[in-house]
């Protein structure tokens, strides 16, 4: 599955008449490496043009970045729910020279605790974190109003060579690839992918502190943080003891490309479950800037999660890619398989899971700092015989949104 899906990204380039072996663009600059982070030090391939306002105050340069869709979801069966909700954040980071390299504080913000209420939208076979004290099932819940707040210094040795720090009362170890939220491939999804908590749930860890070095085209990370999930007050910061760890190794052979493999413990990620989780991922992105200026993206993720408690492992994988047909309509697609084993409290059976997504987008204006527009998704499930009583033979769920985000400057 998991060589089908990277054979899947690397038919894609050629059939553009991309080189895959192109050779290496060179090497970032402090500024320009910080400036192209997209969560914690999660990196989408260079080549994307990434949605943000710049600004110079004194000797200060300022970033910001952000997005918002009001969504309203439909979904069939026993277990399918209906809801109008908004999934959102907004991003701000300030940098600043110190000594030879390049320092920036950042800060991201959520109001999905209050514009996704009673703590969670519909989103059929997802599983991860509580809500009411129970355990959320066929939903998704929103995130912290405080993503992130933390600080990144890179520093410059040789000619070849950064040096990367990083701490964050609340932001992203290395662990996994870019979150959903801030995926090239996902700009044009506002659900979250049933796979969350296999591949990029770390995304709102807190109490992290990264290390890195990036030689060229290769970068070596490794994270100290909490693994616990956040709670269910979405309004403070959680807090814990550094007790988890994970390693990332990241290529970067062009600005086209991205891959990274990773791994980490994450000690009692949820509160209603015992023993730990070891998560283990890979994935490649690839981003195309195409004679519009948009940008194609595709993202193919796999990530195991091996539950100590249990001694079991289960996997999930994704391919999902947004193509702009024309400068104003983009195309989106996802396609996932996860093993769900949560499901049913009292059956801890892992059941095999199929989602197909595709979807369209329309941009309706570009005025000011803005762009906005409309769209929607259709998912089909394909399910095990054993848990169609539950869900029906043939599970769907449709999303109609209108989106709004900070324009590139």
């Not at 200060?60 to 979904?75: H, N």
């Not at 399918?80 to 940098?95: E, I, V």
């Not at 004679?291 to 194609?296: F, K, L, N, V």
């Not at 796999?302 to 249990?310: D, Q, V």
């Amino acid at each position: 599955m998991k060589v089908r899906f990277v054979l899947a990204v690397i038919l894609c380039t050629i059939a553009t008449g991309q080189e895959v072996n192109k050779k290496p663009e060179p090497e970032l600059s402090p500024a320009m490496y910080l400036m192209s982070l997209a969560s914690g030090t999660a990196l989408n391939p260079l080549a994307w043009p990434m949605p943000m306002l710049m600004q110079r105050k004194a000797s200060w340069s300022l970033d910001y970045m952000g997005q918002a869709f009001l969504v309203d979801t439909q979904q069939s069966g026993p277990r399918g729910g209906d809801k109008l909700y908004s999934t959102n954040w907004g991003m701000a980071s300030a940098q600043h020279s110190l000594g030879e390299g390049k320092l920036m504080f950042d800060a991201m913000l959520s109001l999905e605790p209050a514009t996704v209420t009673n703590r969670s939208y519909p989103l059929l076979f997802q599983t991860g974190e509580t809500a009411y004290g129970r355990p959320l099932t066929d939903a998704q819940h929103p995130h912290d109003f405080v993503m992130g707040l933390g600080a990144h210094y890179v520093l410059p040795v040789g000619e070849h060579t950064l040096l990367q720090f990083y701490y964050a009362a609340i932001g992203d170890p290395a662990l996994g690839p870019v979150a959903f939220s801030h995926r090239a491939s996902a700009a044009e999804l506002p659900q979250a992918t049933i796979g969350h908590h296999w591949q990029d749930s770390t995304h709102i860890a807190s109490n992290v502190a990264t290390v890195g070095i990036k030689y060229r085209w290769g970068q070596l990370e490794a994270s100290g943080f909490h693994g616990g999930e956040p709670n269910e007050n979405r309004w403070n910061i959680d807090w814990g003891g550094m007790d988890s760890y994970s390693g990332r190794v990241s290529v970067f052979p062009s600005r086209n490309w991205t891959a990274q493999f990773s791994a980490g413990r994450l000690t009692k990620p949820e509160p209603l479950e015992e023993g730990d989780v070891v998560r283990t991922t890979a994935s490649i992105h690839y981003t195309r800037v195409r004679g519009s200026g948009e940008a194609w993206s595709t993202s193919a993720i796999w990530g195991r999660n091996h539950k100590t408690a249990s001694d079991r492992d289960t996997n999930a994988w994704l391919l999902e890619t947004v193509f702009p047909a024309t400068r104003k309509d983009f195309l989106t697609g996802r396609f996932e398989v996860a093993d769900k084993d949560e499901l049913f409290p009292d059956q801890p059976e892992a059941f095999r899971v199929k989602a197909f997504t595709a979807g369209y987008t329309r941009d309706i204006a570009a005025k000011s700092i803005l762009e906005t527009g409309i769209g929607a998704n259709v998912t089909g499930y394909a399910i095990p015989a054993a848990i169609q009583p539950a869900y029906g033979a043939h599970p769907w769920a449709v999303s109609v949104y209108f989106r709004v985000r900070l324009k590139r400057s």
